[in-house]
């Protein structure tokens, strides 16, 4: 199994205007580079899904695995034999919010897939937090 995390923690934003923002799938194009199109398919919540189709790659479905309210989602992409776990983590601390996402890949290809696709999430995931934050402080509660 293969699994890397960024975390970054800030006092600009709440765990309340990050949710609204990740949550809302179908406008992650607005605030993430690497994102052509995603929509949701149905609600947001457990066992329902969305589409993503990444620049330069194909549509992916992904399933919405567990969800916590203002606090965390996990999500999973099935790769010929190996699966994808998003992971977004939000928390509050004396510092600020801490912000995590954690992506895994387990499966008998899942160094191939780390190599066609989550080691390129990672790399970007810095800009794509900050771009996160950015577009969070916009929204009110």
Known sequence: MWTKSYSV???EITKEQIWKLTTDIDNWKNWDGGVEFSKLQGEFKVGEHFILKPKGGPKVKIRLMEIIPNKRFTDMT???????????LYEETPEGLKITVT??????????????????????????????????????I
């Open 9 to 11: 923690v800030t006092k």
């Open 78 to 88: 099935s790769f010929p034999l190996a699966k994808m776990y998003g992971d977004h």
């Open 103 to 140: 992506m895994s890949v387990k499966g008998l290809l899942s160094s191939l897939w780390v190599k066609l696709v989550a080691k390129n999430i990672m790399d970007h995931m810095p800009e794509d937090v900050a771009n996160q934050i950015e577009h969070a402080k916009k929204i009110s």
